[in-house]
C-alpha cells in the first residue's frame, strides 16, 4: 500500500501515531524492479507509445520511496517504530487477461488514471499490446516486501 499514497514518509508517521504502544505495523510496497507479469500493463501502455496526460503527477511516492529492502526499513525506522524489517514474498497471481485488464480500464490504480485520459482508440491500441503481452502468462508472477515493526 506505500507505493499508493503521495508522501510515504508522511503516511508511515501516521501508522505509528495510531497504532497502540506495542502495536505492530505492516504495509506492503511493489518489489522494484517488478517482475514481467507485474509490469504487463505498463509494458503495454508503453509498447503503444502513450505518456500519462499533463493534468496526472508522476505515480505516487516516486520522489520518497526508496526501492530496496534496506531504504524501505530506513524510511520506516525514521518515522519511529523500533524492529524494523523487510521480508520479500512471491507468489503467482492466477487470473485471466481480462479479469486482469478490468481494473485499470476502469480507472483503477496509476495506470487506470493513463488509460482514462486517452481517447478510445489510443486505449485500443493499449489493449492490442496487452492482449500480445499477456500471451506470455498462464500465470502472473508478483512480489512485494513486506514491511513490519512495533511502536
Same mark, same amino acid.
Given at each position: 500500500?506505500?507505493?499508493?499514497?503521495?508522501?510515504?514518509?508522511?503516511?508511515?508517521?501516521?501508522?505509528?501515531?495510531?497504532?497502540?504502544? *506495542?502495536? !505492530?505495523?505492516?504495509?506492503?510496497? %511493489?518489489? @522494484?524492479?517488478?517482475? #514481467?507479469?507485474?509490469?504487463?500493463? $505498463?509494458? +503495454?501502455?508503453?509498447?503503444?507509445?502513450?505518456?500519462?496526460?499533463?493534468?496526472?503527477?508522476?505515480?505516487?511516492?516516486?520522489?520518497?520511496?526508496?526501492?530496496?529492502?534496506?531504504?524501505?526499513?530506513?524510511?520506516?525506522?525514521?518515522?519511529?517504530?523500533? *524492529?524494523? !524489517?523487510?521480508?520479500?514474498?512471491? %507468489?503467482? @497471481?492466477?487470473?485471466? #487477461?481480462?479479469?486482469?485488464?478490468? $481494473?485499470? +480500464?476502469?480507472?483503477?490504480?496509476?495506470?487506470?488514471?493513463?488509460?482514462?485520459?486517452?481517447?478510445?482508440?489510443?486505449?485500443?491500441?493499449?489493449?492490442?499490446?496487452?492482449?500480445?503481452?499477456?500471451?506470455?502468462?498462464?500465470?502472473?508472477?508478483?512480489?512485494?516486501?513486506?514491511?513490519?515493526?512495533?511502536?
Amino acid at each position: 500500500m506505500l507505493n499508493h499514497v503521495g508522501r510515504p514518509g508522511r503516511a508511515l508517521a501516521e501508522l505509528r501515531r495510531v497504532a497502540r504502544p *506495542g502495536g !505492530r505495523i505492516a504495509l506492503t510496497v %511493489w518489489a @522494484h524492479p517488478a517482475p #514481467a507479469g507485474q509490469s504487463l500493463l $505498463g509494458r +503495454a501502455v508503453a509498447a503503444a507509445g502513450v505518456v500519462g496526460p499533463p493534468y496526472l503527477p508522476p505515480p505516487p511516492g516516486e520522489d520518497e520511496l526508496p526501492h530496496g529492502p534496506d531504504g524501505l526499513v530506513r524510511l520506516l525506522t525514521s518515522a519511529g517504530p523500533r *524492529g524494523a !524489517r523487510c521480508d520479500t514474498l512471491h %507468489w503467482r @497471481h492466477r487470473t485471466g #487477461a481480462e479479469e486482469w485488464w478490468s $481494473g485499470p +480500464a476502469a480507472g483503477v490504480g496509476f495506470v487506470g488514471q493513463v488509460l482514462l485520459g486517452q481517447d478510445e482508440p489510443t486505449r485500443e491500441r493499449v489493449r492490442h499490446h496487452f492482449d500480445t503481452l499477456s500471451r506470455e502468462f498462464l500465470s502472473l508472477p508478483r512480489t512485494a516486501l513486506l514491511l513490519s515493526a512495533h511502536r
